[in-house]
């Protein structure tokens, strides 16, 4: 219940960039969906952190610049403003950064998995910790955000295929 993890320097140093969560933090979840498209559609948009606010609710982009490793942004989740820095930005492959919210800190990462078929398998993990997390913040509800997270990444991406098989 006490465990606030290790700082978010060394989170994001020992944990985000090596391309892993913190497996000791109080919540730690992993999510996935199955979409039907390759992973460099699926990469258009979820490396595309500006169009977030246009297909998944209740998100907000403050501030980004370029999505390389390194690099800080700023966004809101249902209007609580969230300080994140990308840790691996692999193409077609992994976006994963580290953020704070005030005593918590989490890591975030998208795997993109190619499936034999031409479609991707997308898995979300996330560590989030700080103190009394327990008491503030369910696993569940953490589930559920990342499976309507997916959700409306995949019906994104499927909207933006079918946009782009409409123009002539």
Request: net charge positive; no cysteine; hydrophobic share 40%.
């Amino acid at each position: 219940m006490f465990y606030s993890g290790p700082s978010l320097d060394v989170l994001h140093r020992d944990y985000a960039e090596a391309g892993r969560i913190d497996r000791r933090a109080p919540l730690v979840t992993s999510s996935s969906i199955v979409v039907d498209a390759a992973p460099a559609e699926v990469w258009e948009v979820l490396a595309d952190l500006r169009s977030w606010p246009s297909w998944a609710s209740g998100i907000r982009i403050v501030e980004l610049g370029e999505v390389l490793p390194g690099r800080d942004f700023r966004w809101k989740m249902n209007g609580v403003t969230l300080r994140s820095r990308f840790a691996v930005v692999k193409p077609e492959r992994e976006l994963t950064w580290s953020g704070s919210l005030l005593l918590y800190r989490a890591v975030d990462r998208h795997v993109l998995e190619p499936l034999e078929d031409g479609r991707t398998r997308v898995v979300v993990e996330e560590s989030l910790a700080g103190p009394l997390l327990p008491l503030l913040y369910r696993e569940a509800t953490l589930r559920s955000n990342h499976e309507r997270w997916l959700g409306d990444l995949r019906s994104a991406v499927l909207s933006r295929a079918v946009r782009g098989q409409a123009r002539p």
